[in-house]
């Protein structure tokens, strides 16, 4: 009787987390990512994307990269190997977006980066210069 409790009791511990474990980085590719907020390096206090429609990542098959950075598009490549990311320099248009916008920080947030997790629609982007989340685009 104790052994089949045992039995129960590991196999729900192994449905459950399989069920709501994190998704692999890979996941990230082939969808189009919206940030939601951005934390500077040595910043406490993350900054909220007002319009998160003008800041959004998409992870390209073969490692492709293009990005939307408030009124500037951008493009690069970038190599992820499990969940260590690594973006090239972008190449971006270079309109003035305004004194407010997140455009440069953002940016340089990318260019910096040095891991990528994705938890169900959920991404974070980790680096030198801070830190990026994002959520899948509708």
Excluded: H
């Amino acid at each position: 009787m104790l052994r089949t409790v045992q039995l129960l009791l590991g196999l729900c511990v192994v449905a459950v987390g399989c069920d709501n474990g994190p998704t692999s980085p890979s996941d990230a590719i082939g969808e189009t990512w919206t940030l939601i907020s951005l934390q500077e390096a040595g910043s406490s206090t993350p900054v909220t994307v007002n319009d998160p429609s003008r800041y959004q990542v998409t992870f390209e098959d073969g490692g492709s990269l293009g990005v939307k950075s408030d009124c500037n598009t951008c493009g690069a490549s970038y190599a992820l190997s499990g969940s260590t990311l690594t973006i090239a320099p972008l190449t971006c248009t270079k309109v003035f977006c305004g004194e407010t916008s997140l455009d440069s920080k953002f940016s340089a947030a990318l260019e910096k980066a040095q891991s990528l997790t994705v938890d169900d629609d959920e991404m974070t982007i980790r680096g030198v210069a801070g830190t990026l989340r994002f959520t899948e685009r509708d």
